[in-house]
């Protein structure tokens, strides 16, 4: 287990992913910096994270259960070779790429919609009275 440092883990994710290593990392990099700005605007402009974070985890969750039944077609298998727990776990753990892709981006458009534009039939908007959260 000593050789199981974050040196090591680098050197083997450049070699499983060989030329898009970069790429892949450039992009995590982006969705990082793009999740960390989206959530510093919204409390800024005290909007919250709540909603951000409730549609986020939602559609990540979705995405990631329909993914999860689409990974044996990726992997050119079929779904009832999902036999045994590791094959699930493995398909879950595969299918969490998208899901975390689609949780981010809308992680990101929640927390930077206001709620004005959100909630457009709530009375208290129309009216004009501003919630004091």
Known sequence: MSDFNPIALFAIAREMLGATFWPAAAAIALLVGTVGWAAIHARRQGYGLRSGLVWGISSGMIVTA???????AWTDASVGDLRSAIDVVAAVAIALVPGILAGSVMFVVAAVTPRTVRRRRDPAIKAGIRENT
């Open 66 to 72: 329909a993914a999860t039944l689409l990974v044996p």
